[in-house]
T-cell receptor, first 115, second 116 residues
Framework: AQSVTQLDSHVSVSEGTPVLLRCNYS??????LFWYVQHPNKGLQLLLK??????LVKGINGFEAEFKKSETSFHLTKPSAHMSDAAEYFC?????????????FGTGTRLKVLA | DTGVSQNPRHKITKRGQNVTFRCDPI?????LYWYRQTLGQGPEFLTY????????KSRLLSDRFSAERPKGSFSTLEIQRTEQGDSAMYLC??????????????FGQGTRLTVV
């Protein structure tokens, strides 16, 4: 069985300071991992994905995440927060090729950016 | 617009009524998913289609729920005899995939259902 745990339900940072959103996964196989962002009244948007290539993945809007197998983690980071980053962020795991392809979402982390 | 389209965006219905939602995926995508998202939670998987075949259904999908994708293009999700607990955002997503591919899913903006 696969699952993801987002360790913080809410994170607050000041504009211009680093962002760290934590995600740990559980998987019997080498998974594919994603981060999605959801702005109010907007659809889910893919930030970045890991599919067993480079362990450091760069995404849109300056976000990146590092896959650490030894720690079963896929934390999302950004060097400098912007007001527009305020949103809900979801870590997602999906089985590797040949699986059922369904996405398993974490419970989300709401990021607040303070001026 | 070539994204995933869902209709209606909002639906208010009385308890006991039937509702149907429609999803139009990105045209070349062969995989289609339905998810349900309640307030403060991440989306939960409901069902998945590969072309017109429904390959997996979650235990969340009670017998009051049915989904179809008759020609492998658009899909409908019907809820019969709605209950207040069905109130949620229903999300549709699509992706392109085959045996050698497992690409990201693109999500629609969802249909928000309120059962009163």
């Amino acid at each position: 069985a696969q699952s993801v745990t987002q360790l913080d339900s809410h994170v607050s940072v000041s504009e211009g300071t680093p962002v760290l959103l934590r995600c740990n996964y559980s998987s019997s196989y080498s998974p594919s991992l994603f981060w999605y962002v959801q702005h109010p009244n907007k659809g889910l948007q893919l930030l970045l994905k890991y599919t067993s290539a480079a362990t450091l993945v760069k995404g849109i809007n300056g976000f990146e995440a590092e896959f650490k197998k030894s720690e079963t983690s896929f934390h999302l980071t950004k060097p400098s927060a912007h007001m527009s980053d305020a949103a809900e962020y979801f870590c997602v795991v999906t089985p590797p090729l040949g699986g059922t392809y369904k996405y398993i979402f974490g419970t989300g982390t709401r990021l607040k950016v303070l001026a | 617009d070539t994204g995933v389209s869902q209709n209606p965006r909002h639906k208010i219905t009385k308890r006991g009524q039937n509702v149907t939602f429609r999803c139009d995926p990105i045209s070349e995508h062969n995989r289609l998913y339905w998810y349900r998202q309640t307030l403060g939670q991440g989306p939960e998987f409901l069902t998945y289609f590969q072309n017109e075949a429904q390959l997996e259904k979650s235990r969340l999908l009670s017998d009051r729920f049915s989904a179809e994708r008759p020609k492998g293009s658009f899909s409908t999700l019907e809820i019969q005899r709605t209950e207040q607990g069905d109130s949620a955002m229903y999300l549709c997503a699509s992706s392109l995939g085959g045996r050698a591919m497992n690409t990201e899913a693109f999500f629609g903006q969802g249909t928000r259902l309120t059962v009163v």
